[in-house]
């Protein structure tokens, strides 16, 4: 999506501490942009309705927008989590940007729109553009999206450096690959058939699966969380487990 | 890669589940997480009912977190109480962490209970279940450690149940804790703050006294619906309540109520009317709970004085 693949580089120190800092601002805005890259670019595509290359472009110009005019430096934790506040932050770009282009062609502005044919594929295909109201929401499943597509990334890296790629090929079947509406997912007895297993491998081979996959998804979530606490709330809102804890 | 929003919630939920391994029990949904463990829904497809399992959660120290479980497990075992919830089995599951089965309890935490506003005589009744139960742990040398009212549950048929057993000292430990010797197993300092005794905070010696203090707790909160706070004032309206509960909660051990039975039998007098040991009243107050307790007799008294003052007046007119 959005034709960019941006491996997240190793963090050290919160995210926020590393933008705030001269000395490895740079870094962490490298990796700001792998770790928000995707549902930024989504977002702007559907509720701008947007081509793929002029997609791009904005989403470079919002990372350039959130860095450049000090946005960075007003966000404050203890108001909204950093995604949210992330979210709120693209929608008014958006806004003003849908502003913009209405004036332009209105003949107010005076920059060009590039209407190629590439690009006006893309825009056909793209999903129908997101209403305001649903700004968050949606954002939201892209964030979360781009965050699982990320971990299933490092996920088939680690099993192709372990020697077991059919671990990965084998998660992708049981737990990603789509069925037909009128078939079920296929039973641990059909994945042993397939992969020419032992039922109990392919138990023992998917647990193993999930348990480094999920070690994956963590490493991609806190490379996108700014502290902590950050984190800490990000992983109780994947989990499931932030309703009330009472036992 | 793309992923559709269905694969996402497949795996979320596959990340998130836990396999058991024997096939006997079919995990369906996450019932709630602590700090050590998740409990889970589960059918039991042998016995065809709904049991819960407890699930140590990824702890920084796994050895000490699952001696942890399996003690409360065990505990768990040699309790049998209607308020206990019973242990069915006890596994491990396939990547090490210890699960254990027990009942499935339907009902709500004392805590949630409190926000519908039970009538005061309903909450003294259900704290009273709860004591029992506390009681005859205590006899038995296992000491809860951690009652809250989020540990206490209210069940379909209004029995209260005492849950999370998880730092609860088992009898064996009961001995060596009592020398006064600080814990080596992660217990000192453990429980609730503002149910959390102070020999609790310090690593002091435990004893069921600190099921006093907690229960203390748990009895200003069924008043006020809001948790005690350590070191300040309570403000129960109630003065025998209130004694009741500052006895209960002192600083010193010694100056509490010796045990979890003591203290329910003066919430049972207050509940009855009577008088209460941790309170010493005033005649006026000790008049006005004797009318409160014989009111029927009261009004008797009264109607049968208001009928002679009536048959007098009329008398005197003629």
């Known amino acids: 999506m959005g034709g960019k693949s941006r491996a ?46 002029d997609a791009k472009d904005l989403t470079q110009a919002f990372f350039t927008h959130v860095v450049e005019r000090g946005s960075l430096a007003r966000y404050d934790r203890e108001r909204a989590r950093f995604r949210t506040w992330l979210s709120r932050l ?22 060009h729109v590039s209407i190629d044919p590439e690009s006006a594929d893309h825009r056909l295909g793209a999903s129908a553009p997101v209403a ?28 192709v450096e372990l020697g077991k790629p059919q671990r990965f090929d084998l998660l992708l079947r049981a737990d990603v690959t789509e069925v037909p509406p009128d078939g079920s997912r296929p039973s641990y007895r059909t994945l042993a058939t397939e992969f020419g297993l032992e039922l109990t491998q392919v138990t023992n081979e998917l647990h193993a699966a999930r348990r480094e996959l999920r070690a994956c998804v963590l490493d991609a979530l806190r490379a996108r969380c700014v502290d902590e606490d950050d984190f800490a709330h990000e992983r109780r809102a994947l989990e499931g487990s932030d309703r009330e804890i009472e036992r | 890669m793309t992923l559709s929003d269905d694969a996402i919630d497949r795996l979320r939920r596959c990340l998130d589940g836990i396999e058991i391994p024997g096939g006997r029990y079919d995990v369906r949904e996450r019932l709630g997480s602590g700090a050590m463990g998740t409990v889970w829904r589960a059918t039991d497809r042998e016995l065809g009912r709904d049991v819960a399992v407890k699930v140590l959660n990824d702890a920084f120290d796994m050895d000490r977190a699952r001696t942890q479980l399996e003690r409360e497990a065990k505990t768990l075992a040699g309790l049998e109480h209607p308020s206990i ?6 596994g491990r599951l396939a990547d090490g962490r210890v ?41 038995r040398g ?34 060596r804790e009592s020398s006064g010797r600080p814990r080596d197993d992660g217990g000192g300092g453990a429980g609730t703050p503002g149910y959390r005794a102070p020999e609790q905070r310090s690593g ?30 309570l403000e129960i309206s109630d003065r025998r309540l209130r004694a009741i509960v500052t006895r209960a909660r002192s ?28 309170y010493r009243e005033w005649p006026w107050e000790r008049v006005a709970r004797v009318v409160a307790r014989n009111q029927f007799f009261v009004w008797l008294i009264v109607g049968y004085l208001v009928l002679r003052v009536c048959m007098f007046a009329f008398s005197s007119s003629r």
């Open chain 1, 8 to 53: 997240l580089p190793p963090t050290r120190g919160t995210l926020i501490e590393r933008l705030r800092d001269p000395a490895t601002a740079p870094a962490a805005y490298e990796a700001l942009v792998a770790a928000y890259w995707k549902p930024v670019y989504a977002q702007l595509r559907r509720r701008l309705g947007l081509g793929n290359e």
């Open chain 1, 90 to 111: 693209l929608e008014s770009f958006a806004a003003n940007e849908h502003a913009r282009s209405q004036a332009q062609k209105r003949g107010g502005g005076t920059a």
């Open chain 1, 132 to 159: 305001a109201d649903e700004v968050v929401e949606s954002f939201e499943r892209e964030w979360r999206r781009a965050l699982f597509e990320d971990a299933l990334e490092a996920f088939r890296a680690r099993c």
């Open chain 2, 85 to 90: 919830p019973p242990v069915h089995d006890v």
């Open chain 2, 99 to 139: 699960f254990y089965v027990m009942k499935c309890v339907e009902g709500t935490t004392l805590a949630q209970w409190v926000r519908a506003n039970p009538a005061p005589a309903e909450r003294l009744r259900a704290f009273l279940k709860a004591c029992d139960a506390v009681a005859f742990a205590n006899e």
């Open chain 2, 142 to 175: 296992v000491v809860h450690r951690d009652l809250k009212p989020s540990n206490l549950m209210l069940g379909r048929f209004g029995e209260v149940l005492v849950m999370d057993w998880g730092i609860a000292t088992a009898p064996d430990l009961g001995e």
């Open chain 2, 204 to 233: 002091g010696p435990i004893s069921p006294r600190v099921d006093v203090y907690a229960l203390g707790g748990v009895l200003a909160f069924l008043d006020r619906g809001v948790d005690p706070v350590e070191g300040a004032a």
């Open chain 2, 251 to 278: 600083e010193d051990p010694t100056r509490r109520y010796a045990s979890v039975a003591e203290l329910a039998a003066d919430v049972r007098r207050l509940l009855d009317r009577e008088p209460v040991h941790a």
